[in-house]
């Protein structure tokens, strides 16, 4: 089981609605397994750690990501299709509501996060920073 961050751009989904259901269609970007545990940092106005979830399957059929993603995609232009694999997120939980500022970037790049977050990381390849975010959630 590995764990990865990875970035949610508000402006191109409508992550808060989507993830607040039981199950959520996400684009795979990197080499996620069934049983992986996903972070989902928000893009700005956030600017944290909202939620985290299991992989409960990968390469989901078209069928099934239309009808699970559809209500939460932004309007695309219609040139644009969406050609990628998606995996599905279960047992979500939301830290948004949570007052505690330890998810934010600030603490995040102060607790070993290196760079801009433009796509996904393996947690497992940054041991402090991986530590920083289980402690958060653990403490929350």
């Avoid at 997120?89 to 505690?100: A, D, P, R, V």
């Avoid at 500022?101 to 940054?126: A, F, H, I, V, W």
């Amino acid at each position: 089981m590995a764990e990865w961050l990875y970035t949610a751009n508000v402006k191109f989904y409508d992550v808060l609605s989507a993830l607040i259901e039981d199950n959520a269609a996400w684009p795979i970007n990197s080499k996620v397994n069934v049983g992986d545990i996903v972070y989902i940092y928000l893009t700005a106005p956030h600017k944290k750690i909202g939620f985290v979830s299991k992989v409960t399957q990968i390469n989901l059929p078209d069928s099934m990501v239309s009808t699970l993603t559809s209500p939460y995609l932004k309007p695309l232009e219609p040139q644009k299709k969406l050609n990628k694999s998606f995996m599905l997120l279960g047992n979500i939980q939301s830290f948004l509501e949570c007052s505690n500022d330890s998810l934010s970037l600030e603490y995040l790049k102060s607790n070993g996060l290196k760079g801009m977050l433009m796509g996904p990381r393996k947690l497992d390849n940054n041991p402090e920073l991986l530590k920083h975010i289980r402690g958060a959630i653990h403490g929350l």
